[in-house]
T-cell receptor, first 112, second 114 residues
Framework: DAKTTQPPSMDCAEGRAANLPCNHS???????VYWYRQIHSQGPQYIIH???NNETNEMASLIITEDRKSSTLILPHATLRDTAVYYC?????????????FGTGTRLQVTL | DTAVSQTPKYLVTQMGNDKSIKCEQN?????MYWYKQDSKKFLKIMFS???????INETVPNRFSPKSPDKAHLNLHINSLELGDSAVYFC?????????????FGPGTRLTVL
């Protein structure tokens, strides 16, 4: 069962920042927050992950609240190619606990 | 230079047949996975192998049997195919199997059982 809550859909104008929220109030200390996206029917694509500090890479930024109960994925300048379903996943531990559990995600629609 | 590749991309077959899907990764990763995405788009893990050993086996019918001949390959064999097996199957790999290891997914194999 997914341990995260995301809005089902969001819209964003091209060129603007897309801020995708995620709640993960039951996250435990050794669990990371991961973001993946799936464009149409392609394989999920890794975007970014973090434990407690904010992270940034060439694709996006991840802002994690101090209590780690929620986070926001930021796409700084959304383009039409960023239209996809975005999954926020809490993932951690080892062995049988170490598995990605995808929820329903947020469908981001980037428009002109 | 595809990182995670799957063959075939599409597979159409009759009920009761046996079929295999192949997966290969050239990333030098130690861990590989199979996921199933059904018609409602829910993506669920089926199996995970680390260094050719099974480490995750979700509640999957035993008609599904993964085979890992080496670290770079994880094939999925399905016996006695049923209509409900129709889905998109994704292979993935990661360096390790901890929370800090991101997974890289293949392009998927769309299986249709008639």
């Amino acid at each position: 069962d997914a341990k995260t809550t995301q809005p089902p859909s969001m819209d964003c104008a091209e060129g603007r920042a897309a801020n995708l929220p995620c709640n993960h109030s039951t996250i435990s200390g050794n669990e990371y927050v991961y973001w993946y996206r799936q464009i149409h029917s392609q394989g999920p694509q890794y975007i970014i992950h973090g434990l407690k500090n904010n992270e940034t890479n060439e694709m996006a930024s991840l802002i994690i609240t101090e209590d780690r109960k929620s986070s926001t994925l930021i796409l700084p300048h959304a383009t039409l190619r960023d239209t996809a379903v975005y999954y926020c996943i809490v993932f951690g531990g080892t062995g049988t606990a170490s598995k990605l559990t995808f929820g329903t995600g947020t469908r981001l629609q980037v428009t002109l | 230079d595809t990182a995670v590749s799957q063959t075939p991309k599409y597979l159409v077959t009759q009920m009761g047949n046996d079929k295999s899907i192949k997966c290969e990764q050239n990333l030098g990763h130690d861990t590989m996975y199979w996921y199933k995405q059904d018609s409602k788009k829910f993506l669920k893990i089926m199996f995970s192998y680390n260094n050719k050993e099974l480490i995750i086996n979700e509640t999957v019918p035993n008609r599904f049997s993964p085979k890992s001949p080496d670290k770079a390959h994880l094939n999925l064999h399905i016996n006695s195919l049923e209509l409900g097996d129709s889905a998109v199957y994704f292979c993935a790999s990661s360096q390790g199997w901890t929370g800090s290891d991101e997974q890289f997914f293949g392009p998927g194999t769309r299986l249709t059982v008639l």
